[in-house]
């Protein structure tokens, strides 16, 4: 059974930063597509940042350039490095594996003004 785990979150002020991990189990994550979605109260869960097996990144226009997201196979492990936090950025941050269809629990961000 495969479980991704989310951690790293928490509360930081305005222009803070963070690094959020997602452990996978159950499962070897090389060459897979991995994302990081966000889901604020009242709003639809957003892709911010995905990674390819090959390692090509894309990212949300409202996380671009602040936001890097990457992996370690060897730890089976998912990051995503995030700079310069707005208080928009808050949100529960959750990570997919989409070709086995799987999502951690999420971690929460809470950025302050």
């Known amino acids: 059974q495969v479980q991704l785990v989310e951690s790293g979150g928490g509360l930081v002020q305005a222009g803070g930063s963070l690094t959020l991990s997602c452990t996978v189990s159950?499962?070897?994550?090389?060459?897979?597509?991995m994302a990081w979605y966000r889901q604020a109260p009242g709003k639809r869960r957003l892709r911010v940042a995905s990674?390819?097996?090959?390692?090509?990144?894309m990212y949300d226009p409202s996380v671009k350039d602040r936001f890097t997201i990457s992996r370690e196979d060897e730890k089976n492990t998912l990051y995503l490095q995030m700079n310069e936090l707005k208080p928009e950025d808050t949100a529960v941050y959750l990570c997919?594996?989409?070709?086995?269809?799987?999502w951690g629990q999420g971690t929460q961000v809470t950025v302050s003004s």
């Open positions: 997919e594996l989409p070709s086995l269809n799987s």
């Open positions: 990674i390819g097996g090959g390692g090509v990144t």
């Open positions: 159950g499962s070897n994550i090389s060459s897979y597509f």
